[in-house]
């Protein structure tokens, strides 16, 4: 049996759904409320925590749900690098 080391994301906004791929087409960030962003937000990372991802640096969101998510990480599992509030354009991350 072989083990690997976890992978790192280094640019991630885990409260962004990538679904669908179109971004004109995805509902607006933050719409839900932070409650349900966070709960798919969670999913989302335990997503990546099944694919290999130990590591995820989070470049931020509107609505904290990045530092949620780094305070309530289990740091003998996983790792959340949280910067806070994001920089972006107008229009962008939509």
């Known amino acids: 049996m ?4 976890l992978l790192l994301e280094a640019h991630a906004h885990a409260y962004l759904d990538p679904w669908p791929l179109e971004p004109a087409s995805r509902r607006e960030p933050g719409s839900l409320g932070f ?7 969670r999913k989302r990372m335990e997503g990546a925590l099944r694919a290999g991802v130990g590591t995820v640096w989070d470049l931020g ?34």
């Open 2 to 5: 072989k083990i690997l080391p």
């Open 35 to 41: 409650d349900l962003e966070l709960t798919a937000a």
């Open 61 to 94: 969101d509107p609505l904290g749900v990045n530092l949620a998510l780094a305070s309530e990480a289990d740091p003998s599992i996983t790792l959340v690098k949280a910067s806070g509030a994001g920089f972006h354009r107008a229009g962008r991350y939509r």
